[in-house]
T-cell receptor, first 114, second 111 residues
Framework: DADVTQTPRNRITKTGKRIMLECSQT?????MYWYRQDPGLGLRLIYY???????NKGEISDGYSVSRQAQAKFSLSLESAIPNQTALYFC?????????????FGPGTRLLVL | GQQVMQIPQYQHVQEGEDFTTYCNSS?????IQWYKQRPGGHPVFLIQ?????EVKKQKRLTFQFGEAKKNSSLHITATQTTDVGTYFC???????????FGKGMKLTVNP
């Protein structure tokens, strides 16, 4: 959805470098998520945030950190990139209503760590 | 924790064939959702099922929620090349209600 944007769309970096992936949304949603996708492994949750003051680890948070700068912005950082962090990264937002949430994904960032 | 499993993980069909894929949860779900990711794209919400036994159709796609609200199926009739992609099911985790995704079912179609 154009309402969820990710920058950069593609990135090549070297082992040991710090890198930040950014996500912005204009949907006004409180909940935001970071996933990584690897072939055959589906979507794995890295971190999630239910509001600006709430940050939670997902199933694979090691080696990653996040910052929720505002309701609309959620950044993912790799403090010291390693080759097995090469993956496709998705940001998502959701509107939680009675009965559950629906997630809206950004276009993704392809990261290659050499 | 809650698990959502999809079978099969890969499906290759001939154009025009029908097929069904399944999604099973380790816990009872308040609702189940399906998403589709086209090759090179991002997951996009398709549908949500809420009621026990609920059936919804979108053109050639039929979605069903199991009576016990622990499983769901997606049936595609007369598969077309436009159906190619990865289909994810997802169910809310108890408490937070955040979604737990299955690993996806990758569909390829032989024209």
């Amino acid at each position: 959805d154009a309402d969820v944007t990710q920058t950069p769309r593609n990135r090549i970096t070297k082992t040991g470098k710090r890198i930040m992936l950014e996500c912005s949304q204009t949907k006004g949603h409180d909940r935001m998520y970071w996933y990584r996708q690897d072939p055959g492994l589906g979507l794995r949750l890295i971190y999630y945030s239910f509001d600006v003051k709430d940050i939670n680890k997902g199933e694979i948070s090691d080696g990653y950190s996040v910052s929720r700068q505002a309701q609309a912005k959620f950044s993912l950082s790799l403090e010291s990139a390693i080759p097995n962090q090469t993956a496709l990264y998705f940001c998502a937002t959701s509107d939680w209503v009675q009965g559950g949430e629906t997630q809206y994904f950004g276009p993704g960032t392809r990261l290659l760590v050499l | 924790g809650q698990q959502v499993m999809q079978i099969p993980q890969y499906q290759h069909v001939q154009e025009g064939e029908d097929f069904t894929t399944y999604c099973n949860s380790s816990t009872t779900l308040s609702n189940i959702q399906w998403y589709k990711q086209r090759p090179g794209g991002h997951p996009v919400f398709l549908i949500q099922l809420v009621k026990s036994g609920e059936v919804k159709k979108q053109k050639r796609l039929t979605f069903q929620f199991g009576e016990a609200k622990k499983n769901s199926s997606l049936h595609i009739t007369a598969t077309q090349t436009t159906d190619v992609g990865t289909y994810f099911c997802a169910g809310p985790e108890g408490g937070s209600e955040k979604l737990v995704f299955g690993k996806g079912m990758k569909l390829t179609v032989n024209p």
